[in-house]
């Protein structure tokens, strides 16, 4: 010891020196000679302790980190056995559970000699790898890409993609399906029956709601061509009894992309005045 830390020691073992004498150790005489000291409450009962076993000077010096949480601690050697196994069972072995792992990683220490780690140690290394890495290994780069990161376009492409807007009413609608906030129930012994699904088809420009389809059916080619065929043909009578007069000039309809797409070209072919799948014209009335 240099003689900087001998003063230290010296310094701290009179300190715990006139605590013992004092022969008060009520928490809060002993919590102002540990912040005298120089730690925690009980750090400092444990620099006592060391004291009175061993008397020596060095076991009041500040005791360095031996690692620190985060910091690997492991042998090197038990390091490389936990990653081999970690990659060999999330290539091969998708499906087996984590403790199928810490077994064989046990085992595997066993046979060289190593000492096995604890549950708790294999278990916050396998935590600690981040989840898209999990997910690379197990099912590709491509399906870790899709699932952890935003997805980006060429701004020139998503200009030319975004959907034209609108200058007058009935230029453009659209149509999309969702399940209604109501849950019906039967008449006869009031058992629960379900949610039924409604089809909208909503004008662009007015943003107002043309015509709707309330059916038990999930969405289909079928309902799609009631709506459509809803929004097409006159409404004069109805319109005159509810008192809102409303224009018919449809100048064209466009779909979105996945299953609206496949449903909109299936209806036109349901209803045979439409003319082409997905683009037609109506003459104003």
């Given at each position: 010891m240099d003689e900087a830390q001998?003063?230290?020691?010296?310094?701290?073992?009179?300190?715990?020196?006139?605590?013992?004498?004092?022969?008060?150790?009520?928490?809060?005489?002993?919590?102002?000679a540990a912040a005298e000291f120089g730690a925690s409450k009980r750090q400092f009962n444990r620099y006592r302790k060391s004291l009175r076993d061993t008397g020596a000077l060095t076991c009041l010096l500040p005791r360095g980190r031996s690692g620190g949480r985060g910091r690997v601690r492991l042998d090197p050697r038990?390091?490389?056995?936990?990653?081999?196994?970690?990659?060999?069972?999330?290539?091969?072995r998708k499906e087996a559970k984590n403790h199928h792992a810490f077994a064989e990683i046990r085992n595997r220490c066993v046979r060289r000699g190593l000492i096995p780690p604890s549950h708790n140690t294999l278990r916050s290394r396998f935590a600690g790898v981040p989840a898209r890495e999990r997910v690379g290994l197990k099912y590709g780069k491509k399906v870790a890409r899709e699932r952890y990161e935003h997805l980006r376009g060429n701004p020139a492409r998503i200009a030319h993609r975004k959907t034209p807007e609108t200058t007058f009413p009935l230029e453009r609608i659209q149509i999309d399906h969702t399940l209604v906030d109501v849950v019906c129930a039967s008449?006869?012994?009031r058992e629960h029956v379900g949610r039924p699904w409604i089809t909208i088809a909503l004008d662009e420009c007015t943003r107002a709601i043309l015509a709707f389809v309330l059916t038990w059916e999930y969405p289909n080619?079928?309902?799609?061509?009631?709506?459509?065929?809803?929004?097409?043909?006159?409404?004069?009578?109805?319109?005159?009894?509810?008192g809102v007069p409303l224009p018919c000039a449809l100048?064209?309809?466009?779909?979105?992309?996945?299953s609206h797409s496949a449903m909109f070209s299936a209806s036109s072919k349901i209803i045979p005045w439409l003319g082409k799948p997905v683009w037609w014209i109506l003459h104003p009335r």
């Open positions: 001998v003063a230290e020691a010296e310094r701290r073992r009179d300190i715990i020196a006139r605590l013992e004498a004092a022969g008060r150790f009520d928490s809060a005489t002993v919590e102002a038990v390091e490389e056995v936990i990653t081999e196994v970690r990659l060999e069972f999330s290539r091969h008449v006869f012994d080619a079928s309902t799609v061509a009631q709506c459509m065929t809803r929004v097409m043909t006159p409404k004069d009578e109805w319109l005159e009894r509810v100048i064209s309809a466009r779909c979105d992309a996945g």
